[in-house]
């Protein structure tokens, strides 16, 4: 975060609706270094003023986090991302899903750091050059555009924001560490016992 804390005046939101499929079990519940994959998430953002959960009412309970159902339950976190827009409080909100424990608040500064007038997303750059749209800052301006491809039958966050109004920051693919599978866990486990 910086001095004045100008880069924090965005909504942080983590979208916790999934099914788990790939995981087994509730992959948000699961420990980490003792603590669950979403406190981890929820960490990385406990700087931002406001913060929502997209997730079902009832699911989990985040102290000092808003819970704000999915408006299309079951539709991917593109769908997240347009219930998110409907709701921020802010500009820009910063995005993100419960499987990336290794984000970090600079991980968040740096992309904040990046915004310029005419991006609508910041989005790092994984280890192969490939941008992530689960762990990005999203502008409010693009909700008419995320609603028009979930209306047309789109589903992939990629594409909610085209790509001459992003920006692209390499260099930080250390925090973009997927935890898709039981197996993704016990390797980080295993990683950071060393």
Known sequence: MSRTGEDWKFTAVITAGGRSSRFGSDKALALLDGQPLLRHVAD????????????PPGRYTLAGWEVIPDTRPGEG??????AALNHAQTPWLAFTGVDLPGLTPGFWGALARARTPAARAVLALDGAGRPQPLAGLYHCDLLPHVTALLDSGERRLRLAAPPE?????AGLSSALRNVNTPADLTALVAERAL
């Open 77 to 82: 976190p593109l769908a997240g991302l347009e």
């Open 165 to 169: 109004q992003c920006m692209f920051l």
């Open 44 to 55: 990385s953002l406990q700087a931002c003023p406001t913060r929502l959960l997209i997730a």
